[in-house]
């Protein structure tokens, strides 16, 4: 099937792209590419103006979006229609926050309800003493709650949370190292609650327990999963299933009782406010025209990039401690929803895709990856998040030079420095995007984590392919069962060396 707007990317293609320092004469652009969202827990700041987004791109853009219908298809995704068609089902995440197809969203009470129940009960000391959860999942089931507790929890936890994801022993070792059978709870965390890592881990933390003294491991054990029958078929008391829909993918599921960690942590109250942040996003992506739709602004700026100017990656520097597994978080939404090399309709895309998405935490990434930043010879988008109160109590002088620095790299992205010695000159013209919160609360993390989720949805779309499967992890993996059932043989040389120097398979 043709791209429907194979010309019209042409026409972005050609157009004439002046220098940011040239877009900011003559026009106002922060009154046009800088807008401030109000909500729940604080108001965020949206600047893209130190991008090349002009009206010019956002027309042709804005096209292009028409001719791959974005409206339908945002209206289909809330809707609760199988906008996931490799799969046949729906994505309906936004339900969990209360924003979708009324069935679901009523489900989805039901679920919080009952998962809210659990959390207090556990709060109220129904369930014996717990101080500690070891929280056991992998990709979207470990990645969401470890950045929303590193983000929101570091001072006062109700509940002291441990996020374990690795196969590798070192992990869940040293999570437990850290706590004491007698007052720790376990989280499994898995959509199918058959994946490997995660059901050898909570495997091994029974063992743990049981080892420590506790006579019905099973009875500490919490499953947040799709598939309760097999998490009580493991051995979970129905009680102490949290289950989720299946319409809800898992970089998607921090919204379901994959955030149980989280409510457990902060108080209901706070969970509360999390999905309401992400709500607020969820109806300005719904309601805002694209001219002042801080999405789809973004995506655009996104697509110009990748796909006028040849950009393959794009940086996030988080300029807040709080807020340092964010990139992490963002390369698995990103390039796992949008790493494909087909359209939705399984033909070749022509066009590239996702972006490698990657970055750090400033101002440590400034000394460590800025020098190409500034001087390489690759364009590379850059986004800078930061907060305007301090999540520390020390000297404000640190929050100020840290808030100086982040504001300082944007300016000189932009700028440049000419100098008559080629090793002392920036050329300048460089993008990027600043958000800045108020402060980092429940409910500005939620909107920060849901405005991404739309962000890579609209890219997705433009594109025509579908953000909601991710078959490209499962090759690897069905290998690796392979091997560990004895049937690693018939591979490549190099393969069969390593195994056998390994001592796999012999």
Same mark, same amino acid.
């Given at each position: 099937?043709?791209?429907?707007?194979?010309?019209?990317?042409?026409?972005?293609?050609?157009?004439?792209?002046?220098?940011?320092?040239?877009?900011?004469?003559?026009?106002?652009?922060?009154?046009?590419?800088?807008?401030?969202?109000?909500?729940?827990?604080?108001?965020?700041?949206?600047?893209?103006?130190?991008?090349?987004?002009?009206?010019?791109?956002?027309?042709?853009?804005?096209?292009?979006?028409?001719?791959?219908?974005?409206?339908?298809?945002?209206?289909?995704?809330?809707?609760?229609?199988?906008?996931?068609?490799?799969?046949?089902?729906?994505?309906?995440?936004?339900?969990?926050?209360?924003?979708?197809?009324?069935?679901?969203?009523?489900?989805?009470?039901?679920?919080?309800?009952?998962?809210?129940?659990?959390?207090?009960?556990?709060?109220?000391?129904?369930?014996?003493?717990?101080?500690?959860?070891?929280?056991?999942?992998?990709?979207?089931?470990? %990645?969401?709650? *470890?950045? +929303? &507790? #590193?983000?929101?929890?570091?001072?006062?936890?109700?509940? @002291?949370?441990? !996020? $374990?994801?690795?196969?590798?022993?070192?992990?869940?070792?040293?999570?437990?190292?850290?706590?004491?059978?007698?007052?720790?709870?376990?989280?499994?965390?898995?959509?199918?609650?058959?994946?490997?890592?995660?059901?050898?881990?909570?495997?091994?933390?029974?063992?743990?327990?049981?080892?420590?003294?506790?006579?019905?491991?099973?009875?500490?054990?919490?499953?947040?999963?799709?598939?309760?029958?097999?998490?009580?078929?493991?051995?979970?008391?129905?009680?102490?299933?949290?289950?989720?829909?299946?319409?809800?993918?898992?970089?998607?599921?921090?919204?379901?009782?994959?955030?149980?960690?989280?409510?457990?942590?902060?108080?209901?109250?706070?969970?509360?406010?999390? %999905?309401?942040? *992400?709500? +607020? &996003? #969820?109806?300005?992506?719904?309601?805002?025209?694209?001219? @002042?739709?801080? !999405? $789809?602004?973004?995506?655009?700026?996104?697509?110009?990039?990748?796909?006028?100017?040849?950009?393959?990656?794009?940086?996030?520097?988080?300029?807040?401690?709080?807020?340092?597994?964010?990139?992490?978080?963002?390369?698995?939404?990103?390039?796992?929803?949008?790493?494909?090399?087909?359209?939705?309709?399984?033909?070749?895309?022509?066009?590239?895709?996702?972006?490698?998405?990657?970055?750090?935490?400033?101002?440590?990434?400034?000394?460590?990856?800025?020098?190409?930043?500034?001087?390489?010879?690759?364009?590379?988008?850059?986004?800078?998040?930061?907060?305007?109160?301090?999540?520390?109590?020390?000297?404000?002088?640190?929050?100020?030079?840290?808030?100086?620095?982040?504001?300082?790299?944007?300016? +000189?992205?932009?700028?440049?420095?000419?100098?008559?010695?080629?090793?002392?000159?920036?050329?300048?013209?460089?993008?990027?995007?600043?958000?800045?919160?108020?402060?980092?609360?429940?409910?500005?993390?939620?909107?920060?984590?849901?405005?991404?989720?739309?962000?890579?949805?609209?890219?997705?779309?433009?594109?025509?392919?579908?953000?909601?499967?991710?078959?490209?992890?499962?090759?690897?993996?069905?290998?690796?069962?392979?091997?560990?059932?004895?049937?690693?043989?018939?591979?490549?040389?190099?393969?069969?060396?390593?195994?056998?120097?390994?001592?796999?398979?012999?």
């Amino acid at each position: 099937m043709a791209d429907p707007a194979q010309a019209l990317w042409s026409e972005l293609e050609s157009l004439e792209t002046p220098s940011l320092s040239a877009l900011f004469e003559g026009q106002d652009r922060l009154a046009r590419y800088c807008s401030e969202l109000e909500i729940p827990g604080g108001p965020i700041r949206f600047d893209w103006s130190k991008t090349h987004l002009t009206p010019a791109v956002e027309d042709v853009l804005g096209r292009i979006a028409g001719a791959m219908d974005l409206d339908g298809k945002r209206d289909a995704l809330f809707a609760g229609e199988a906008i996931n068609n490799t799969e046949g089902r729906a994505a309906q995440h936004s339900a969990e926050r209360g924003i979708g197809a009324p069935t679901a969203v009523v489900e989805a009470e039901a679920l919080h309800a009952r998962m809210k129940g659990l959390v207090e009960a556990i709060h109220e000391g129904l369930l014996g003493e717990v101080k500690s959860l070891i929280h056991i999942g992998i990709g979207g089931s470990a %990645l969401g709650p *470890a950045l +929303a &507790i #590193d983000a929101l929890a570091r001072d006062e936890a109700k509940v @002291a949370i441990h !996020v $374990v994801s690795n196969i590798d022993g070192c992990a869940l070792e040293a999570a437990m190292k850290q706590c004491d059978p007698a007052t720790t709870m376990v989280a499994v965390a898995s959509k199918t609650f058959t994946t490997t890592e995660t059901m050898t881990n909570a495997n091994s933390a029974l063992d743990w327990l049981r080892q420590g003294g506790v006579s019905d491991p099973y009875g500490r054990v919490v499953a947040l999963t799709a598939s309760p029958d097999k998490a009580v078929e493991w051995g979970v008391d129905e009680t102490r299933v949290l289950p989720f829909s299946e319409t809800v993918g898992g970089r998607y599921s921090l919204w379901s009782s994959i955030g149980f960690p989280v409510a457990l942590a902060l108080g209901w109250d706070a969970f509360a406010e999390f %999905l309401d942040g *992400a709500a +607020a &996003i #969820d109806t300005h992506f719904i309601e805002a025209p694209y001219d @002042a739709n801080v !999405v $789809v602004r973004a995506a655009f700026a996104d697509l110009y990039y990748t796909q006028a100017k040849g950009c393959q990656t794009r940086a996030v520097f988080a300029y807040d401690e709080r807020l340092a597994l964010l990139p992490d978080y963002l390369q698995q939404l990103e390039m796992e929803s949008n790493g494909k090399r087909v359209t939705a309709q399984g033909e070749p895309l022509t066009r590239p895709s996702a972006p490698i998405t990657w970055g750090g935490v400033g101002t440590d990434a400034q000394h460590a990856v800025f020098q190409l930043l500034h001087q390489g010879t690759h364009l590379i988008p850059v986004d800078f998040l930061a907060v305007k109160v301090p999540g520390h109590d020390l000297d404000p002088l640190h929050h100020q030079i840290l808030l100086s620095n982040c504001f300082a790299q944007g300016a +000189a992205l932009m700028a440049g420095k000419a100098s008559d010695d080629g090793a002392r000159a920036y050329p300048g013209n460089r993008p990027s995007a600043t958000i800045l919160c108020d402060d980092l609360t429940p409910g500005t993390l939620g909107a920060l984590i849901a405005f991404h989720e739309h962000r890579t949805f609209v890219s997705a779309m433009l594109l025509g392919i579908n953000p909601f499967d991710q078959f490209g992890v499962e090759l690897g993996k069905a290998i690796a069962k392979q091997i560990d059932a004895g049937g690693g043989e018939g591979f490549d040389p190099s393969t069969e060396a390593l195994l056998a120097a390994a001592g796999i398979g012999a």
